[in-house]
């Protein structure tokens, strides 16, 4: 079988097209890379996912802590500083245990309990916190001078958080950001290692790379595979992050540029 | 701190006084959650049926047998690169295991393994649980129509059962029936499965002198029927020979 | 018994691992930053691919491949003339001697080389982190007053040891802390390295019971034992927030931050 088959039908095994059953014997290098590379595609679904839609709820959160008013200021300390402060692996855990009992109550909960649903919203929620404390550290260290700006010309509100707070807190907290991305990224591994079930053997990366070190019972070459991608995953990441860096601080001089983004390793 | 240093001297200490014989004490690995097989006791030791035939064996074979603890997935790639000598652990003599390392005569007859689910549960296009990387595993997998579910640990595959995750769990017949004992919910369903071969230790292929001695150690105890003795007595429903 | 047992050895690597790390990471820092190229690239390799690979792939094959390379390099000193194959088909064979550790060695040795091995693994992989923070902490020191060390006739060694070392410290301490609450909240991955952990024990305790096997037979009760852990998480996360809080405010004192210049006016 060459090598073109092998990636025909297992590119998109791990969502459930192509071949049923997984190889069992005579395992080859390009299975390995096929099936294990088709696991990235979730690994990339909670990643992407979760990011975009913990930005969100991240924002809010942080201009909750940063709230005078205490009702908005308690339950988003006590929201980052649970999840910031227990393991992932044991939210994975929690989680599936409350789905499934939610399910019981009511079925409409029923998605939560597998992992396309249920493990997004855990991520989603993780990140939002890890994000949300970035945020906030970047909104009490924006420049006062910055505000008394846009005070000076008028601004107030809304206006002024979109024109002036939000564009200055992204910039100020984007390089710590591309961190947790990163985190976030690695943690995906974390889905269906801890908590939830895979089913009919679709998983993610590290699925398939355990498969493969649990067949061929040699871990130095399903691994390293994994470790490759993940590698490459994370320079795309850094890639696209830098691209919006750049985007971020393009009304700075080239000078100055150079110097914000070397700062990110202060905050972090 | 002072304890890595002390046992750090202790390690030095123990490298210049180099032991010609290789195989004065024995390890034996095992994963210590699949009663009866082997489990954890109240004392926090290695218990159960392959605890006892071990140390018979060891006893036989006239070797210092110690006992470790070791996560399933990673129990060959640890037995080969030497961390331990021989695998004990409810492991099924498979092809696929052969390649790599090399299993002592079996201590058990084929075991059946067995559906457990709640009442009766059509088996061809029901959820299947099982422990991921187990021969069980890769059997619902093979099913026409079923949907395999793996876990981690034989645990969360019963817990899986009784929450309604999934329809019924596939596994040693040993493993399930203390289960469907204590939990008058669970029953044994439908026809047992024959996968695998009986159950062996396993040795690394190079070891060839330990697993000879493992074998006529077991051979010896199948002989006067002290093997059977133990298979009564954890596995009242498995085969004797 | 064992979990206390269990959240000794946590506290333990922890304390053992943090001061190991921080060393690498100076260490891959001051390659980073070196100037012979050779030392430059692999500073910044190790940092940038440790960095890119989730800890739990890596925790996979690395501890094995470790003990391996051990027991290799003590084979080729302690059995020059060893005839057979290292590698055996699949078998991994050194002569006895050489063993890591020997094979009739008590269990309790065995125990504290399956230790030391988890916390080489952390230290590694927290190491590159570290050595990131490092490397960005070493660059924020003003330039003014490295010119100032060199203006009194400092020499290059001298700038580093009495300048830069001691000033890098305020610089680093967010992104070292930052750290440390990742590696906390790393330690349930640790039974991935061989090391039984309190999620071990948990999960190990915490499982259904049946009556055959034990004096205490009960149902599922990981739910308990996870949410202890969790409170266990929580507790040590703010007591170390509240340490570290110390720390920043007794290395802030006197800086040229934004942080010093706060306390100046609140004392003033």
Redo the contacts between chains.
Sequence with gaps: MSCWETIADYGLRSIGIGERLLPRNDFTLCQQFTLIGSGMIWNIYFGVLALCSGFLLATAVALGKAARNPLLRKPSEWFIFVFRGSPLFIQFFFAYFLFLNLKAVYPVFSPLTSAWAGALVVLFLNTAAYSGEIFYGALKSIPKGDIEAADAYGLSGWSRFRRVIWPTMLRLAWPAYTNEAIFLFHATTLVYFAGFPIIRQSGDALYYANYFADKTFNPFVPYPILAGYFILLTLVVIGIFGLVNARLNRHLPQERRKRLRMRPQIIR | MKNLILSTAALALLGSMAMADGHSVVRLGTEGAYPPYNFINDAGEVDGFERELGDEVCARAELTCEWVTNEWDSIIPNLVSGNYDAIIAGMSVTDERKEVIDFSEQYTLPDPSAFLGLGEVDLSGAVIAAQASTIQASHVASMEGATLLEFATPDETIAAVKNGEADAVLADKAFLLPVAEADADLSIIGEDVLIGGGIGMGVRQSDTELRDKFSAAIASMKEDGSLNALITKWLPDSETF | ??IYYAVGTVL?LL??TAPVALAFGFGGALAARSHVAPLRWFGKTYI??V????????F??FV??L??AF?YI?HRI?CPDWADPVW???????C??A???????P????E??G??LAVLTFAIVFGAFAA??L???M??VPKGQLETAEAYGMSRRQTFRRVLVPQMWV??L??LS?LW??L??????L??L?V?DI?YWA??LG??K????????HP?W??WY?LA??IF??LF??ISEMVLDRIMARLTHGQAT?GGEAQRKAAA
């Design positions: 018994m064992s333990l304390a053992i940038a691919i960095r890119g690979i989730p800890d739990i792939a890596f996979l094959f094995i491949a003990d391996q027991e003590r302690k055996q088909g699949n078998d991994f064979v050194v006895n001697i063993k890591l550790p020997l094979g009739n060695a269990q309790w040795v065995h504290t080389y230790f030391f990131n923070v490397f960005g902490a660059r924020a610089y680093a967010p992104g930052n609450m990742v906390i909240k790393a330690t349930p991955l039974f991935l061989g039984e999620v999960r190990e499982g259904a049946q009556p055959q096997f034990t004096d205490y037979p599922d990981r739910m996870f852990l969790l998480y929580l996360t703010k934004a």
